[in-house]
């Protein structure tokens, strides 16, 4: 997490792949609840819709030597080295995740167990959560990537219960907006924490020259990191929000496309009404008789 590029890039990593879960999740519960049950990825056919896998497959170890090189480059800003360096570990385990999930997919010779995905999952996020955690980074930017954590960590524990219970579309939904989350607050705090335009009122952004164990913006008063504090929180839960109204509001749009024009009254609760308004019509004709 040591620059904007690297939350921009975490944000585009995990937005869009959260917002793909949700879709195929929402699609797949509204044909058929009943028989619903969570995968690591939801392949669509043909093989040419699944592009994204394709791209990340690509990308994410570029991304990782890229972290690697920037490493090498810091050689006198220890923290920053080792920030980048845990930041291309974190890309590098997800992109072996990807890896296991297209054999798994394609090749019945790694016919790997989708419970076991999701474990590994779930032990992937818990390793970002340490990771993040011990950045090095103080104040205004501990809170930052604390409540980043907290997101985190409520990630690793949706995989660890789909592990066990993959047929859970709760457990499956809270991951998917989860990651939705995660990847937009990451691009927050790139924008209020390594930009000037940005940036928190009274404080400085976090500079890659500075040479210093314990990483956080410059601010000129204590009031004014308390301030930032709380705005930091104030947004926080703005996007907590609106990624969950966002959520709601595709579950409803793809509700009314499985009924089929809900718009014009159709639907099987409509459908039920109809017939037994019709056997009520026919009720006295059959008392007639």
């Known amino acids: 997490m040591g620059s904007l590029a690297t939350h921009f890039s975490t944000f585009l990593f995990f937005s869009p792949l959260g917002l793909r879960r949700l879709y195929s999740s929402f699609s797949l519960f509204l044909k058929d609840p009943s028989h619903y ?91 970002e959560y340490f990771i993040v955690g011990n950045g090095g980074f103080t104040g205004v930017s501990s809170n930052v990537y604390g409540l980043l954590g907290n997101v985190t960590l409520v990630c690793a524990f949706c995989c660890l219960y789909l592990s066990i219970k993959p047929t859970s579309f709760l457990a499956d ?29 009274g404080c400085q952004e976090i500079s890659l020259s500075l040479n210093q164990e314990n990483v956080d913006v410059k601010c000129d008063l204590n009031e004014d990191s308390l301030r930032g504090i709380a705005l930091m929180k104030l947004l926080f839960v703005w996007h907590a929000i609106v990624v969950t109204i966002s959520c709601f509001g595709l579950f409803g749009l793809l509700s009314c496309k499985e009924n089929l024009r809900c718009g014009e009254g159709s639907g099987p609760l409509l459908a039920k009404i109809e017939s037994h308004s019709m056997l009520m019509q026919q009720l006295p004709d059959l008392e007639l008789e």
């Open 37 to 127: 049950r969570s995968k690591p990825w939801f392949f669509m056919d043909p093989k040419w819709k699944n592009f994204d896998l394709y791209a990340l497959l690509i990308t994410l170890p570029i991304a990782v030597l890229s972290d690697f090189f920037i490493f090498l480059s810091f050689s006198g800003h220890p923290t920053y080295r080792f920030t980048f360096l845990q930041y291309g570990a974190v890309i590098f385990l997800f992109w072996v995740l990807l890896i296991l999930i297209n054999l798994r997919e394609n090749y019945d010779l790694f016919a790997i167990n989708e419970c076991f995905l999701f474990v590994l999952s779930g032990v992937f996020f818990l390793v």
């Open 173 to 201: 939904f809270v991951l998917s907006s989860g990651m939705v989350f995660k990847g937009t607050w990451v691009l927050q705090a790139g924008l209020n924490l390594y930009t000037s335009t940005f940036g928190l009122k």
